[in-house]
């Protein structure tokens, strides 16, 4: 019974074998076994379950297997995975050499197109098929008998040129790619709801108001001073950001590199600028005074109330925040030296006095 599981079969009572792959084994007397092939088809005469068995392992040419189950789950929105050990039985040992994946889709899902680039290169340039032991360059998929428990369906499958749908792959080489694809999967997701808050953030700002803030920041990045031009791209930070509810307008707007804009993340504008220089701390604080003596009776209130609450907003206990001040001995010096940019009111009493 033992080699039976670790060649993927499983009884269903005394009297059937099931095997993942959707083939059975139905014991009808004392010397009269029945095979019903991975197609369905149905023949007699086989006179132990074991002659059975052998005979759909060795003759049904859709029998597949990826031996001993070692786990399952999701690689990515749609696509499911197996993974066992073809040689586990006679090793006794997890031999990562034989370590074999199959990958399916949800019922009646065609592949994720977005996902497809990042499948390719991550895992068809490291897998193998388990038959043919040929690589394949296309996601091909095919509509495949499977076995779940006492159920047996029909699920689309990612399959080799030759249709077969196990995949050879080191252990190591499996983890990497799945654990990528799911990075990237959540990176995209990132990125799309991101771009749902900005169509629904509300207000607005012009490409002259962004030239007007490059020019207060002297066409330098806010946090690092770095200067914009063909190497670094100036890219748009908002001080509440829009996925945590900030505003379009061009007050709740600095610009700032892709570096700098990612390291900061949702941070608090406050709260990020006591990591920086005490020098920049001084740049960004008359950067800010200068934008708000500039604000006229023009200006909308709920533009003006966009940049009161990035600059108002504060939070010590930012998980990202207390991710930097862990690795960097530099940003933990300045924080506890940097005092935090005074909050809306007092910035704008000290710009307007100056004006």
Not at 27 to 44: E, F, H, N, P, T
Request: aromatic letters at 8%; one cysteine or more; charged letters at 25%.
């Amino acid at each position: 019974m033992e080699s039976l599981l670790h060649r993927g079969w499983t009884a269903l009572g005394a009297r059937t074998f099931v095997h993942h792959c959707g083939a059975k084994v139905i014991r009808r007397g004392s010397q009269s076994w029945d095979v019903r092939r991975v197609d369905g088809a149905l023949s007699s005469g086989y006179k132990s379950g074991d002659e059975a068995i052998l005979w759909i392992e060795g003759h049904d040419p859709d029998y597949w297997t990826y031996g001993s189950w070692a786990m399952g789950g999701v690689v990515a929105t749609g696509i499911v995975f197996s993974s066992g050990f073809l040689d586990s039985a006679q090793d006794k040992e997890l031999n990562e050499r034989d370590h074999v994946v199959v990958l399916s889709l949800l019922k009646k899902r065609k592949f994720p197109r977005s996902n497809a680039s990042s499948f390719k290169r991550l895992f068809l340039s490291s897998a193998r098929c388990a038959r043919c032991d040929s690589k394949s360059t296309e996601i091909i998929v095919r509509s495949l008998p499977q076995q779940a428990a006492s159920k047996r369906h029909r699920a689309p499958h990612i399959v080799c040129n030759c249709g077969y749908p196990v995949w050879r792959i080191s252990w190591d080489d499996w983890v990497r790619a799945s654990d990528r694809i799911r990075e990237n999967e959540s990176s995209r997701e990132d990125r799309e709801f991101r771009k749902w808050c900005l169509r629904t953030a509300g207000g607005r700002h012009t490409a002259i108001e962004i030239q007007e803030i490059l020019s207060y920041q002297e066409n330098r990045c806010i946090y690092c001073n770095v200067l914009f031009g063909d190497q670094v791209r100036a890219t748009r930070d908002h001080l509440v950001p829009v996925v945590s509810g900030g505003t379009d307008w061009a007050l709740n707007i600095v610009m700032a590199c892709h570096s700098c804009n990612k390291r900061r993340g949702t941070i608090p504008f406050r709260t990020y600028c006591t990591i920086l220089s005490p020098t920049q701390n001084r740049r960004i604080l008359n950067c800010m005074g200068k934008r708000i003596a500039a604000i006229t009776g023009k200006t909308p209130d709920a533009a003006f109330s966009a940049l009161c609450r990035g600059i108002a907003r504060k939070n010590s206990r930012n998980r990202d925040y207390r991710s930097i001040l862990r690795r960097s001995p530099t940003a933990q010096k300045n924080a506890a030296t940097n005092e935090l940019l005074p909050p809306e009111l007092h910035l704008i009493l000290r710009a307007l006095r100056r004006s």
